[in-house]
T-cell receptor, first 116, second 111 residues
Framework: EAGVTQFPSHSVIEKGQTVTLRCDPI?????LYWYRRVMGKEIKFLLH????????ESGMPNNRFLAERTGGTYSTLKVQPAELEDSGVYFC??????????????FGPGTRLTVL | AQSVTQLDSHVSVSEGTPVLLRCNYS??????LFWYVQHPNKGLQLLLK??????LVKGINGFEAEFKKSETSFHLTKPSAHMSDAAEYFC?????????FGKGTSLLVTP
């Protein structure tokens, strides 16, 4: 079974540019999550999708960040325009539907974003 | 709010000696607690989880953790470190569906 995949693995952009990160969850997982880790800080929750619906986007830092999950499969996270403080590693995770909300979240390898 | 504090940012052990990674939690209700591990250039992998069943939880690769409510702790242990255990370890508590991570502990294993 393929795991969670993320693309690209690394991205280097200049301040003010736009970047789009992609996440492909495990097939059949309705729950999809985005997290990020900025330098020296904890990994922080950004948002949670159930299928194509945003269930919780309380962790999104500001309106420069836009997440979508059209069709309830893969998800994209767009940063526009990027700022220096957006540099960090962006993780995607997925989990199956059903059971408790303590289901294991399966994480991808992350996308390392560097904003110059 | 649910949170965790990892008490050590770096831990160094010799191969074959015990591992202890410390974690304290803060929760307004009975929490679910997890330990995740991240090896270099890999994704986060679940080591073990506590969800109010047995207080001693066994995970993969010989790791285990004990939930101690009186001490609000969930320390990760392993009797004998292996070189392949070198990685970053995260103590995690759930807040609904979201996960709240500690800052991580880097484990170094020396020959």
């Amino acid at each position: 079974e393929a795991g969670v995949t993320q693309f690209p693995s690394h991205s280097v952009i200049e301040k003010g540019q736009t970047v789009t990160l992609r996440c492909d969850p495990i097939s059949g997982h309705d729950n999809l999550y985005w997290y990020r880790r900025v330098m020296g800080k904890e990994i922080k929750f950004l948002l949670h999708f159930v299928k194509e619906s945003k269930q919780d986007e309380s962790g999104m830092p500001n309106n420069r960040f836009l997440a979508e999950r059209t069709g309830g499969t893969y998800s994209t996270l767009k940063v526009q325009p990027a700022e220096l403080e957006d540099s960090g590693v962006y993780f995607c995770a997925s989990s199956p539907t059903g059971g408790s909300n303590y289901n294991e979240q399966f994480f991808g390898p992350g996308t390392r974003l560097t904003v110059l | 709010a649910q949170s965790v504090t990892q008490l050590d940012s770096h831990v160094s052990v010799s191969e074959g000696t015990p591992v202890l990674l410390r974690c304290n939690y803060s929760s307004s209700y009975s929490p679910s607690l997890f330990w995740y591990v991240q090896h270099p250039n890999k994704g986060l992998q679940l080591l073990l989880k506590y969800t109010s069943a047995a207080t001693l939880v066994k995970g993969i690769n010989g790791f285990e953790a004990e939930f101690k409510k009186s001490e609000t702790s969930f320390h990760l242990t392993k009797p004998s470190a292996h070189m392949s255990d070198a990685a970053e370890y995260f103590c995690v508590v759930n807040s609904g569906y979201a996960l709240n991570f500690g800052k991580g502990t880097s484990l170094l294993v020396t020959p």
